[in-house]
């Protein structure tokens, strides 16, 4: 059912238009299944039917939180470095 309704769009395309940036294929790759998983969750657990559009805002909040914490290790890196 979920690769039915990624089907009907593309989910991709809505992910970057949502989070106004370009996903990479490993950025992609790597949000997909923890977004999927998070969408399954917040249905199971609100009786709701979410689908391909809700699917790609939490992929684009899952890459943006990826680029975070990708920053914030390089940053805290530089700083251990540092001392």
Do not use: C, W
């Amino acid at each position: 059912m979920m690769e039915a309704m990624t089907n009907a769009f593309n989910l991709r395309a809505a992910a970057e238009e949502n989070a106004g940036i370009h996903i990479s294929d490993e950025e992609y790759r790597l949000a997909l299944p923890a977004a999927r998983h998070k969408l399954e969750y917040i249905n199971n657990l609100s009786g709701a039917h979410h689908g391909g559009p809700y699917l790609a805002a939490l992929i684009a909040d899952a890459v943006k939180a990826q680029r975070l914490a990708k920053y914030l290790d390089t940053v805290n890196s530089l700083q251990e470095t540092a001392r």
